[in-house]
C-alpha cells in the first residue's frame, strides 16, 4: 500500500479499499437493497439536482462553451429519470458475482473452482457527463465493487448533489457511505493521485475524449481499461448490394454522429463506385453530409472537399466523412489496417471469400458484414447494461457488460494434498 | 503507430506488428510445423548452445554471482532436452484460436459470435533465465502471437545462440523469421522503448523479480500483465488435523522454497499451538527452515529468531519462514489481508464455517483448504503448459494458460440492418 502520498485523493482511496472489503461480501440482496434506496434518494432530491444542475450550466454558458458541451452537461427531469429507470433495470438484471466460470478435479484429487468476484476498487475519470456518475456508480455496487468517481470541475454542483444522494441511500441500506465517492480536484493532483494509487485502485476507466485516456494510460501505475476512440469504416466491396451499401454507409454515419461507433471513414471499391458512386453522394448530402474525398470521390460534386492525411485519421463525431475509391479489398484493409483504432470495421458485400478475408484480416474489437456499426453497444450486444466500449485487447475487448467488472478467485478444496 | 523513436527496439517492434499479420492467420497446421521446425533447429545446434550457455556462465562466474543465480542461468542437456519436451508437448494441445466463446442471435436478426484471436505482439522482459527465451517464445507462437525476447544482459551469448535456432526453424517453416526476435540492449534504453511502443506492442509481461515488475508497471504505457510476487500464508486453524496441517506447512515451506507459491508465513491458532506448536516447530526446522517468530513462537526455541515487521512483508524464496500465533481466524486473516501480495493463501481447518469466511474474505488469486499453496500453477491447474502466474486481477488471474495470450473478436453477421 503506497503511503507516501497523503492527499485528499490518496485518503479517499484508502477509505474506500476499506469499504469494498464490506461491499464486495455483501449478499446480492443486501447491493440491490442499497441500489434501491440511491434511487429513492435520487428521487427525494430529484429538484435540488436539477437545480445544482442549473448551477453548472449557468457557469458554462457564461464561460462560452459549446451549444455541444451544454448539452452533455445538461440534466433535464426525463435525462434525470431515465437515471432513475437504468438503476430499477440493474436490479433486474441476474448477479455477475460468485458464478463458477471453470471448474475441474484434478488427478490428485483437488478440486478447483474459478469463481466470479469483484475488482475491487474501481476509478473512473470522465469529462462533463453527470449521467456518467451515476451510471458507473451503480454498476459497481451491482458487481460489488466501490468507486471513486472524478469527474469534470464544470459539473462539480451536479455531482456533488448526486453523490451525495446516492450517498444518503447506501446508508440507508446500511452500507458504507464511503463505496461511492466523488474526487474533487481542487488542488489538480487528484488524477495523478489516482494513476498512482497501487495497491488501493483495482481499475482505472478513462470515459472520455482521447486526449484524456492518451493522459491516464501513459502516467497510470495501476492497471487501466481503455474506451478509447473509434474511426470507424465502413467498406462497400464491388460485389454490395448497392441500396443495402447506401442505407449502411447513411446510417453508420448519420444516425448519431457524435458516437464512438459511428463511421468516419466510406471506402468504395472502383467498380461498385463507377456505378453506384453518384447516388451514394446523393445520399449523404441529402443528409446534410460533408464528403471529404480523394480525387475520384471530388469529381462527382463540387461540394465534396479535398481529404487530407488528417481526415483519413479523423474521429470526426460530426456529419463530416472521408471517402476514398480503392482498386479492391486488399487496398481497402490495408487503408483500415493504416488508419483504424480497431473499434468497430464493416464491409458491405456478397462475396463470402471476401467477407471470410476481412474478418480474418481486419484487427478490431468489432467486425460487421451487411451491418451498419452503430451496433456496438452493450445494449445492442445484449448485455442489459454498459460500462463503456474497450478498444483495448485484455480484459475486455468491445462491449463492456457487467462481467467487465469482476475478476475470478480460484477456489481450491483439498484433503491434506502437499506437492512432495 | 508512434513514429518520434527510431530506437533499434522501435524498429524491431515494428517488423513484429508486420510479423504479426502473418502468424496470426496461418492455420493450426502451419503454427505446429514451425514449433516442430524450431524444436530441429534446437536439436541441430544443441551443442553450439550449450557452448554459448558456458561461455555466459564463465563470464558470470568471473563476476562472482551467487550459486543460484548460476545455477538458473546454466543450461545442462538436460534442461535442455526438457525445453525440446516442452514444445513437443505444446503441439499437442488443443489450438485456443478461433474458439467460439459467445454466440448470439438478437431480436434485429443480427448473429454475434465472439472467436479468440492471438493478442498480436507480445513484448517479454526476464532476468538470466534461458528457458524463458523458448518457453516463452514456443507459447507465443501456438497462440498465433509473435515476441520480443528481452532477455538479460548475462546470458546474451545463450539467448543470441537459441533465437537464431529458432529463427532458422520459422525460416524452414516459411515464416518470418521476425516472429521471434531478440532485444539486445546496448543502448541501455530497451526496456524504455518497450515500455512506450504504444500501438506496436499488445502486451508487455516482465517475468522475475518485484524490482523488475515494479520498473516495468511504474513505466509502462503499453497493457502489462503483471506476474508478481508471492508473500504466501498457510494458516493452521484451531479445529486442524495436527499431522495435515504440519505436512501442509512443512512441504509449502520447503518443497521448493525458491519460487512464489512457496509458503512465507504460517499463522497458527493460539489453541492449536499450544498442543501442537512444538511438533510444527521440530518438524521445521528438521528440514532446516529457520523460524522467524513472534514471542510466543520464540518462547519454544533458541533457535528461532525474533520477527520483524520486515519478515511479515518478505517473501524470503529460502528455507526462512515467519510464524506468529493468533487468536482466531479474523487475527489471521487481518494479517493477510494486510501483508499478503494476493497470490496463494491456505487454511487447514475442520471448521468448514471458517473455510467459508476465509475464502470470502481473503482476496487471492488462489485460495486453498487442506491442501499446499505449493499447487498454483499451469500445469497442476491441468492448463497443459504455463506462461506464468498473474497476480492482477485485470484479463487473468492465477496461473495463465494458453488462453491468457488471446483476446476475441466480435464477427457480426447481418442482412443489412441499421439502427435508424
Given at each position: 500500500?503506497?503511503?507516501q502520498?497523503r492527499?485528499?485523493?490518496?485518503q479517499?482511496?484508502?477509505?474506500?479499499?476499506?469499504?469494498?472489503?464490506?461491499?464486495?461480501t455483501?449478499?446480492?440482496?443486501?447491493?440491490?437493497?442499497?441500489?434501491?434506496?440511491?434511487?429513492?434518494?435520487?428521487?427525494?432530491?430529484?429538484?435540488?439536482?436539477?437545480?445544482?444542475?442549473n448551477?453548472?450550466?449557468?457557469?458554462s454558458r457564461?464561460?462560452?462553451?459549446?451549444?455541444?458541451?451544454?448539452?452533455r452537461?445538461?440534466?433535464t427531469?426525463e435525462?434525470?429519470?431515465?437515471?432513475?429507470?437504468?438503476?430499477?433495470?440493474?436490479?433486474?438484471?441476474?448477479d455477475?458475482?460468485?458464478?463458477?466460470?471453470?471448474?475441474?478435479?484434478?488427478p490428485n484429487?483437488?478440486?478447483?473452482k474459478?469463481?466470479?468476484?469483484p475488482?475491487g476498487?474501481?476509478?473512473?475519470i470522465?469529462?462533463?457527463?453527470?449521467?456518467?456518475?451515476?451510471?458507473?456508480a451503480?454498476?459497481?455496487l451491482?458487481?460489488?465493487?466501490v468507486?471513486?468517481?472524478?469527474?469534470?470541475?464544470?459539473?462539480?454542483?451536479?455531482?456533488?448533489?448526486l453523490?451525495?444522494a446516492?450517498q444518503?441511500?447506501?446508508?440507508?441500506?446500511?452500507?458504507?457511505?464511503?463505496?461511492?465517492?466523488?474526487?474533487e480536484?481542487?488542488?489538480?493532483?487528484?488524477?495523478?493521485?489516482?494513476?498512482?494509487?497501487?495497491?488501493?485502485?483495482?481499475?482505472?476507466i478513462?470515459r472520455?475524449?482521447?486526449?484524456l485516456?492518451?493522459?491516464?494510460?501513459?502516467q497510470a501505475?495501476?492497471p487501466v481499461i481503455?474506451?478509447?476512440?473509434g474511426?470507424?469504416?465502413?467498406?462497400?466491396?464491388?460485389s454490395?448490394?448497392?441500396?443495402?451499401?447506401?442505407?449502411?454507409?447513411?446510417?453508420?454515419?448519420?444516425?448519431?454522429?457524435?458516437?464512438?461507433?459511428?463511421c468516419?471513414?466510406i471506402?468504395v471499391?472502383?467498380?461498385?463506385?463507377?456505378?453506384?458512386?453518384m447516388?451514394l453522394?446523393?445520399?449523404l448530402?441529402a443528409?446534410?453530409?460533408v464528403i471529404?474525398?480523394?480525387?475520384?470521390?471530388?469529381?462527382?460534386?463540387n461540394?465534396?472537399l479535398t481529404?487530407?492525411?488528417e481526415?483519413?485519421k479523423s474521429?470526426?463525431?460530426?456529419l463530416?466523412v472521408a471517402?476514398?475509391?480503392?482498386?479492391?479489398?486488399?487496398?481497402?484493409?490495408?487503408?483500415?489496417?493504416h488508419?483504424?483504432?480497431?473499434?468497430?470495421?464493416s464491409?458491405v458485400?456478397?462475396?463470402s471469400?471476401?467477407?471470410?478475408?476481412?474478418?480474418?484480416m481486419?484487427?478490431?474489437?468489432a467486425?460487421?458484414?451487411?451491418a451498419?456499426?452503430?451496433?456496438?453497444?452493450g445494449f445492442?450486444?445484449?448485455?442489459?447494461?454498459?460500462?463503456?466500449i474497450?478498444?483495448?485487447k485484455l480484459?475486455?475487448r468491445?462491449p463492456?457488460?457487467?462481467?467487465?467488472?469482476t475478476?475470478?478467485?480460484?477456489?481450491?478444496?483439498?484433503?491434506?494434498?502437499?506437492?512432495?
Amino acid at each position: 500500500m503506497t503511503t507516501q502520498h497523503r492527499s485528499e485523493t490518496f485518503q479517499k482511496a484508502e477509505i474506500a479499499k476499506i469499504a469494498s472489503k464490506f461491499v464486495a461480501t455483501a449478499s446480492v440482496e443486501k447491493r440491490h437493497q442499497a441500489l434501491t434506496m440511491i434511487k429513492q434518494q435520487i428521487q427525494v432530491y430529484f429538484d435540488k439536482i436539477l437545480e445544482a444542475n442549473n448551477q453548472d450550466a449557468a457557469v458554462s454558458r457564461e464561460k462560452g462553451v459549446t451549444d455541444a458541451y451544454l448539452d452533455r452537461l445538461t440534466l433535464t427531469p426525463e435525462r434525470l429519470n431515465s437515471l432513475i429507470t437504468m438503476i430499477e433495470d440493474l436490479v433486474q438484471l441476474p448477479d455477475p458475482l460468485y458464478l463458477i466460470k471453470e471448474q475441474s478435479q484434478r488427478p490428485n484429487g483437488l478440486i478447483i473452482k474459478h469463481v466470479t468476484v469483484p475488482l475491487g476498487v474501481l476509478g473512473i475519470i470522465y469529462e462533463a457527463r453527470p449521467n456518467v456518475t451515476v451510471d458507473t456508480a451503480a454498476l459497481a455496487l451491482k458487481t460489488g465493487n466501490v468507486i471513486l468517481l472524478r469527474g469534470s470541475s464544470s459539473t462539480i454542483h451536479t455531482n456533488r448533489a448526486l453523490v451525495s444522494a446516492m450517498q444518503e441511500g447506501l446508508h440507508n441500506a446500511g452500507f458504507p457511505k464511503e463505496a461511492v465517492q466523488l474526487i474533487e480536484d481542487e488542488d489538480r493532483t487528484a488524477l495523478d493521485d489516482l494513476c498512482h494509487a497501487r495497491g488501493l485502485i483495482d481499475v482505472l476507466i478513462p470515459r472520455g475524449s482521447e486526449k484524456l485516456i492518451r493522459k491516464v494510460t501513459d502516467q497510470a501505475v495501476v492497471p487501466v481499461i481503455e474506451t478509447g476512440a473509434g474511426n470507424c469504416h465502413v467498406f462497400i466491396d464491388s460485389s454490395a448490394d448497392p441500396d443495402m451499401a447506401i442505407n449502411i454507409a447513411v446510417d453508420a454515419k448519420t444516425q448519431r454522429p457524435s458516437v464512438c461507433n459511428a463511421c468516419e471513414t466510406i471506402l468504395v471499391s472502383a467498380d461498385w463506385f463507377e456505378e453506384h458512386g453518384m447516388n451514394l453522394i446523393t445520399a449523404l448530402q441529402a443528409k446534410d453530409v460533408v464528403i471529404h474525398g480523394d480525387p475520384a470521390v471530388k469529381k462527382c460534386s463540387n461540394k465534396v472537399l479535398t481529404a487530407t492525411e488528417e481526415d483519413w485519421k479523423s474521429e470526426f463525431l460530426s456529419l463530416d466523412v472521408a471517402m476514398k475509391v480503392v482498386t479492391d479489398i486488399n487496398e481497402a484493409i490495408d487503408h483500415i489496417e493504416h488508419y483504424s483504432t480497431n473499434h468497430s470495421e464493416s464491409i458491405v458485400s456478397n462475396d463470402s471469400d471476401h467477407v471470410k478475408r476481412f474478418f480474418s484480416m481486419v484487427d478490431a474489437a468489432a467486425l460487421y458484414h451487411n451491418a451498419s456499426t452503430r451496433f456496438t453497444d452493450g445494449f445492442e450486444f445484449g448485455y442489459g447494461a454498459e460500462v463503456g466500449i474497450s478498444t483495448q485487447k485484455l480484459h475486455v475487448r468491445g462491449p463492456m457488460g457487467l462481467p467487465a467488472l469482476t475478476t475470478t478467485k480460484a477456489l481450491i478444496q483439498g484433503s491434506g494434498q502437499t506437492k512432495a
